[in-house]
């Protein structure tokens, strides 16, 4: 388990905050080393930061001594260097509309201080995140231009000398959403190896795991020696305190579920799913591709582009009639759409062009049933029968109230699963990478045939552990464990 170390310059600098043992000078630190020798979440917060200065080697010596040190030297160069972080067209809209209700036209710039990715103007919330993850870093003078796009001008990073008595209890609190470790008091109770972070989304419709398999999660984690933690979105600045992360929320690229795992990898965490496998599997064209190209059976498909689609004939006479059509990253049957002649066909690509300028078109290949395997670092964990939903080609039939209704669904001891659909289906996950998988298979006259890999598959209690119980949630845990022992080694 990490332990929070605040560095300064001189500790006379903390007078205006609560006592805590979690603070040291950069000088004791340079000297004295890690002499736990369990990794610190390392808060500098030195005066200079600039190349070769005190400040600068306590962060470069604590990623050399392997703990999680803000700011890194990474984004001290590049704030040095004067890098500008490029922000998202929706986060440029929102920073405009900011400047713009200053109503000072003449006004060239605004300035905004950014604390562990909080600040004081509510509306700029989402931009003030944004810069954090980009550029971790306890606190930061953002400098905008007063223009339409691209208004990051310039960054500076703060020091505690430079605050005014607002600001420091802006800092504070800033400093305590982000680590409660700071001022809580030592347990009682024995301390975990590890903190593992869960994300996930309580108002989402489809989630991969039910409240019920989240629970499950932490109390074995709990037994495990791991302190698991359920997190969503407003709790991604916290991210840096955990050891790994573990996303139980429908992943999609341009999503905070991809950037999360980005900034997760990228901070030599242990992440299922890691980004890798967010952008193999989310993809179902460029999944195709991979699998055709290693040889593993796929139902027929055909790529079709909306600036020149091919006419319904031309598909049907290479794929037979009639024809599933997907967008590349739908999920839950979303955006897959099955026509039976020229008619649909043509509003069907129409209706999916809104979203996507390729589609794949497939054979259809219809069956009572899919089978998931689940695998993890190329080991099947379980298997499971999903039944289409009831009048209804597809597991989840969409209805236009919004509701999605669902087939039923049989565990199935892996003993008692054909043999090609496990060999097929782990051999499927591994062109993916070493995570959790959910693969799709169809079973036609003795032959398997892969629907698709999915990176974030269901675990949901009372479905996917009907056979394993308790021992399915310890299995997954006792991966992110293992990686993490590894690491430590």
């Known amino acids: ?30 000297q004295s080393g890690n002499i736990s020798k369990k990794p610190y979440l390392v808060i500098n917060l030195c005066d200079k930061l600039n190349y070769h200065s005190e400040g600068y080697y306590c962060s470069l010596l604590a990623q050399a001594r392997g703990d999680k040190v803000l700011p890194d030297v990474d984004v001290l160069n590049r704030i040095e260097s ?34 562990f990715g909080t600040c004081e103007v509510p509306e700029m919330a989402k931009v003030a995140r944004f810069i954090f993850e980009q550029l971790p870093c306890p606190m930061l003078r953002v400098t905008f ?33 982000f680590s409660k470790k700071v001022w809580r008091q030592p347990r009682s109770h024995k301390v975990g190896r590890f903190d593992l972070a869960i994300l996930y989304d309580p108002e989402e419709k489809l989630p991969p ?19 698991a933690e359920l997190v969503t979105e407003d709790d991604t600045t916290r991210l840096l305190e955990f050891d790994a992360l573990f996303i139980r929320q429908t992943t999609s690229l341009n999503h905070i579920t991809y950037a999360l795992a980005q900034k997760a990898r990228a901070a030599d965490m242990v ?13 179902k064209v460029y999944l195709k591709e991979l699998l055709d190209r290693e040889g593993i059976p796929t139902p027929k498909s055909k790529l079709l582009f909306k600036q020149k689609p091919s006419s319904f ?38 209706s999916l062009s809104k979203s996507s300028s390729i ?29 289409m939903a009831r009048g209804h080609w597809q597991i989840y039939n969409h209805q236009d109230n919004g509701k999605p209704k669902s087939g039923s669904f049989e565990t199935v001891p892996l003993s008692k699963v054909p043999k090609h659909v496990v060999r097929n289906a782990v051999r499927a996950a591994s062109l993916i990478g070493k995570g959790l998988y959910g693969v799709d298979v169809k079973e036609i006259d003795g032959r398997s045939v892969i629907i698709e890999v999915n990176d974030n598959p269901s675990i ?11 021992e399915l949630y310890r299995l997954i845990l006792r991966e992110f464990a293992d990686r993490l022992e590894q690491k430590r080694r």
């Open 209 to 227: 795991s039910n409240r019920g398999a989240l629970n499950k999660f932490i109390a074995q984690a709990k037994k495990m020696n791991i302190n």
């Open 313 to 350: 004939k031309e598909v049907a006479d290479e794929l037979g009639s009639p024809i599933v059509l997907k967008v590349p990253d739908g999920s839950f049957s979303v955006g897959v759409i099955k026509v039976n002649n020229e008619q649909e066909y043509l509003e069907a690509i129409e």
């Open 1 to 30: 388990m990490q332990s929070t170390l605040i560095l300064l310059d001189s500790l006379t600098q903390w007078k205006p905050y609560y006592e805590t043992e979690t603070i040291t000078t950069a000088a004791e630190y340079l």
């Open 82 to 115: 004067g890098a500008i972080t490029r922000m998202e067209e929706n986060l440029q809209k929102i920073c405009y509309r900011w400047i713009q209700s200053h109503n000072q036209p003449e006004q060239e710039s605004f300035s905004l201080d950014v604390y």
């Open 271 to 283: 992440v299922i799913d890691d980004p890798v496998s967010i952008i193999r599997c989310t993809n």
């Open 460 to 470: 949901d209690q009372g479905v996917e552990d009907a056979i394993l119980g308790d």
């Open 145 to 177: 231009a007063n223009r339409q796009k691209n208004q990051i001008d310039s960054l500076s990073i703060l020091s505690l000398n430079e605050l005014s008595d607002e600001q420091q209890d802006l800092f504070a609190q800033a400093l305590d959403n």
């Open 359 to 387: 589609f794949l078109a497939q054979e259809f290949l219809p069956t009572s049933y899919d089978w998931r395997i689940g695998v993890i670092n190329g080991e099947a964990l379980y298997a499971c029968k999903y039944f």
